[in-house]
């Protein structure tokens, strides 16, 4: 089944301990992208990732960081959280994020972080 | 600047009402895409519907349908004789090419038996 997967789903942290939170997809996509979604402010973009090895910045980069070494994972980073990241973040993929896309992103089921 | 507005917060219907959700753009591109996703109460994103900004037509799907009006900057979305399935937070987004997809913050909507 085509999916895109993301783990943990729920995760109670403390502040300033460094976290992870995993991205996979298995339908060989080149485009992933992390989003968190807060009340009254929607989806804001994380990081974007076109390949292997490219990233790049979104809106809310600040405090995260991303790695692209394979092209179905796409790690999200939380080096020293703080509870103004308690959030819940989605991950995202698409055949090639080049426009005009022909295709739709395929969002994983979320990761709900709580930061203490 | 690129930005998607969506001036619902929430919206309460009863069954079998018509709903429509607005959806107002705003960029200085001449081709893009706009979205809308479905977000039910168990928190996953469902893709509704993909548009580019060169197909004005407007679109039905079952009891679902999308008014697209450059004119106006405005995609909106109806919700023909709503069900209680439909309860869901609904999102617009909008790409512009590149890489970005900008979202709306949302619509709630609740609709009761």
């Known amino acids: 089944e085509a999916q895109v997967t993301q783990n943990p789903r729920y995760l109670i942290t403390v502040t300033g301990k460094k976290l992870t939170v995993t991205c996979s997809q298995n339908?060989?996509?080149?485009?992933m992208s992390w989003y968190r979604q807060d009340p009254g402010l929607g989806l804001r973009q994380i990081y974007y990732?076109?390949?292997?090895?490219?990233?790049d910045k979104g809106d809310v980069p600040e405090g995260y960081k991303v790695s692209r070494k394979e092209k179905r994972n796409f790690p999200l980073i939380l080096e020293s959280p703080s509870p103004n990241q308690t959030s819940l973040y989605f991950c995202?993929?698409?055949?090639?994020?080049?426009?005009?896309?022909?295709?739709?992103?395929?969002f994983g089921p979320g990761t709900r972080l709580l930061v203490l | 600047a690129q930005k998607v507005t969506q001036a619902q917060t929430e919206i309460s219907v009863v069954e079998k009402e018509d709903v429509t959700l607005d959806c107002v753009y705003e960029?200085?591109?001449?081709?893009?895409?706009l979205f809308w996703y479905k977000q039910p109460p168990s928190g996953e994103l469902v893709f509704l519907i993909r548009?580019?900004?060169?197909?004005?037509q407007n679109e039905i799907s079952g009891r679902y349908s999308w008014n697209f009006q450059k004119s106006t900057s405005s995609f909106n979305f109806t919700i023909t004789a709503s069900q209680v399935v439909d309860s869901a937070v609904y999102f617009c987004?909008?790409?512009?090419?590149?890489?970005?997809?900008?979202f709306g913050a949302g619509t709630r909507l609740f609709v009761k038996a």
């Open positions: 987004a909008l790409n512009t090419g590149g890489f970005k997809t900008i």
């Open positions: 990732s076109m390949n292997v090895e490219v990233t």
């Open positions: 339908m060989n996509h080149e485009y």
């Open positions: 548009r580019n900004s060169f197909d004005e």
């Open positions: 995202a993929s698409s055949l090639s994020g080049v426009f005009p896309p022909q295709e739709t992103q395929y």
């Open positions: 960029t200085r591109d001449t081709t893009y895409y």
